[in-house]
């Protein structure tokens, strides 16, 4: 952009472009703002950031102005957004510490949802998407209730009666529309709190990974951090974890498939605040929900502080109708202290005693993972997995293993478990590499009743011991003669 020329004013300097545009470029009442491509300062497009004036014109002002150019936006205070807006690729969001982008809510009250006719049971809203739980739905004035009367499609706003409202009746609504915020470029920010507000922030940015820090999450084992843990997955294809205690009182849901949950190892901690399962199966609480192909967790620990509860849930829940997830993989990821009725890796959600069908299990490889202090360490039906290294103790079984499955083990270590792996259905493939069995209460691999009819069994290179004289190291009583023993 060329200068065409300069003025001075008593406390702003601008400058006017060839088309005779003029810019402002140091406001001395606001200090070190920067008008020079490819650095803009919001703050020279008029961004005040007081919470009470709409900076949304300043933002869109700003972004107009960079049109196609490659420009880093520098963001030093709140900027509060009261529209949908978009961020293109070639603009660099650059925050410093106390800048931020809040995202706020649109307030519709009274909005004419339509009509009946006595068959319709579907009716839309006009502002989209809507707040969760923020609507009230009337029918001639008459509050309708959520679950029993309608449900709702927040992302849609589509509305569905359970029965249809009477011919001529008067539809009516209040609720909250989330504005947008879409971010397709790039973000520069510490690890604070940049995006705020309960608008919504969703886009493809071009960053190396998102953190929960950056949606307000504290890590300090004490507050709240599952709504900031959720957006930040939301948002990125790698979700990071830094070194803290990441509280979360409900379950973290991974919501698309190849998405990455990362962290720093054992000072990436996130705690369970929440929990509660009375059996195992089916899932009622779980930590993190992963139920979509390519998805990998790794370098992080999962800690259930005993509130019976299931550390990580790989498959598809019961009635989700989800297709079975393939290539899932859990890395250098330590799971412990999870309570009664607790699975650590759930692979599928139902029990293998009982059946199902596979669409409810997942595919997937496990590496250097430590487990302990949980029912069940891993709990699997039908899939097809591979552990290499990591080591399970303290837990009732080991790896329950279901109908179907092909298990290949290889140096993995299985220590002070009830029984190290049970198998509990028809068809299994176990082959076991190097593994080191030991100090087991029961066995160290145990056939069920459910498991009369293998496939085969293959352990070579392995170690067994358990701690009861006279008993078999591993009880093959329920097997018939045509598995394969190797």
């Known amino acids: 952009m060329a200068t065409k020329r300069s003025k001075l004013r008593f406390n702003q300097l601008t400058f006017v472009d060839a088309s005779d545009q003029e810019h402002l470029v140091l406001d001395l009442e606001k200090q070190d703002i920067i008008i020079k491509f490819p650095f803009v300062d919001i703050r020279a497009y008029g961004a005040i950031g007081d919470g009470v004036t709409d900076d949304t014109p300043a933002f869109q002002s700003a972004l107009t102005e960079i049109g196609?150019?490659?420009?880093?936006?520098?963001?030093?205070?709140?900027?509060?957004?009261?529209?949908?807006?978009?961020?293109?690729?070639?603009?660099?969001?650059?925050?410093?510490?106390?800048?931020?982008?809040?995202?706020?809510?649109?307030t519709v009250t009274n909005e004419d949802v339509g009509t009946g006719d006595g068959t319709t049971t579907t009716f839309t809203l006009a502002n989209t998407p809507v707040l969760e739980?923020?609507?009230?739905?009337?029918?001639?004035?008459?509050?309708?209730?959520?679950?029993?009367?309608?449900?709702?499609?927040?992302?849609?706003?589509?509305?569905?009666?359970?029965?249809?409202?009477?011919?001529?009746?008067?539809?009516?609504?209040?609720?909250?529309?989330?504005?947008?915020?879409?971010?397709?470029?790039?973000?520069?920010?510490?690890l604070w709190h940049i995006f705020d507000g309960l608008g919504r922030v969703v886009g493809d940015p071009k960053v190396e990974c998102v953190y929960p820090e950056w949606f307000g999450a504290k890590a300090d084992g004490i507050s709240d951090d599952t709504v900031a843990i959720q957006k930040a997955i939301n948002l990125g294809k790698v979700c990071k974890f830094s070194a803290g205690e990441y509280l979360i009182t409900s379950e973290?849901?991974?919501?698309?498939?190849?998405?990455?949950?990362?962290?720093?190892?054992?000072?990436?901690?996130?705690?369970?605040?929440?929990?509660?399962?009375?059996?195992?199966?089916?899932?009622?609480?779980?930590?993190?929900?992963?139920?979509?192909?390519?998805i990998t967790i790794e370098n992080i620990t999962l800690d259930g502080q005993g509130n019976n509860i299931h550390g990580i849930l790989l498959a598809p829940k019961f009635g989700s109708g989800l297709s079975k997830p393939f290539n899932q993989r859990v890395q250098n990821v330590s799971i412990r202290f999870l309570g009664s009725n607790s699975v650590a890796l759930l692979l599928t959600d139902y029990d293998p005693n009982v059946g199902g069908t596979s669409t409810l299990s997942a595919d997937g490889f496990i590496q250097e993972t430590y487990i302990s202090f949980a029912d069940v360490g891993i709990f699997s039906r039908e899939p097809s997995w591979t552990i290499v290294g990591g080591t399970i103790g303290n837990c009732g079984v080991g790896i329950k293993v279901g109908a179907n499955s092909r298990w290949v083990i290889n140096g993995s270590v299985f220590t002070q478990n009830g029984i190290d792996i049970e198998l509990?259905?028809?068809?299994?493939?176990?082959?076991?590499?190097?593994?080191?069995?030991?100090?087991?209460?029961?066995?160290?691999?145990?056939?069920?009743?459910?498991?009369?009819d293998l496939q085969s069994l293959v352990f070579v290179g392995c170690r067994f011991a358990n701690q009861i004289t006279g008993t078999p190291c591993i009880d093959l009583t329920n097997i018939n003669t045509s598995t394969s023993l190797t």
Not at 74 to 96: A, G, H, Q, R, S
Not at 280 to 293: N, R
């Open 68 to 106: 196609t150019k490659e420009v880093t936006l520098l963001i030093p205070i709140p900027i509060y957004i009261n529209t949908d807006t978009t961020i293109p690729e070639n603009v660099c969001l650059k925050f410093t510490k106390g800048g931020k982008l809040v995202v706020n809510l649109l």
């Open 133 to 190: 739980d923020s609507e009230t739905i009337y029918i001639d004035g008459v509050v309708q209730n959520r679950g029993t009367d309608y449900t709702i499609d927040y992302d849609t706003g589509v509305v569905t009666f359970t029965t249809a409202p009477a011919n001529g009746s008067t539809i009516t609504a209040d609720y909250q529309k989330q504005y947008v915020l879409t971010i397709n470029g790039s973000v520069e920010a510490g």
């Open 424 to 452: 509990s259905g028809n068809g299994i493939t176990l082959e076991a590499y190097g593994a080191y069995f030991e100090a087991s209460s029961q066995y160290n691999v145990y056939v069920n009743t459910y498991a009369t």
């Open 252 to 294: 973290i849901y991974v919501d698309s498939p190849n998405k990455v949950l990362t962290g720093i190892g054992r000072y990436s901690v996130i705690k369970a605040g929440f929990g509660g399962n009375t059996t195992i199966e089916p899932a009622q609480y779980v930590m993190i929900y992963a139920p979509y192909g390519g």
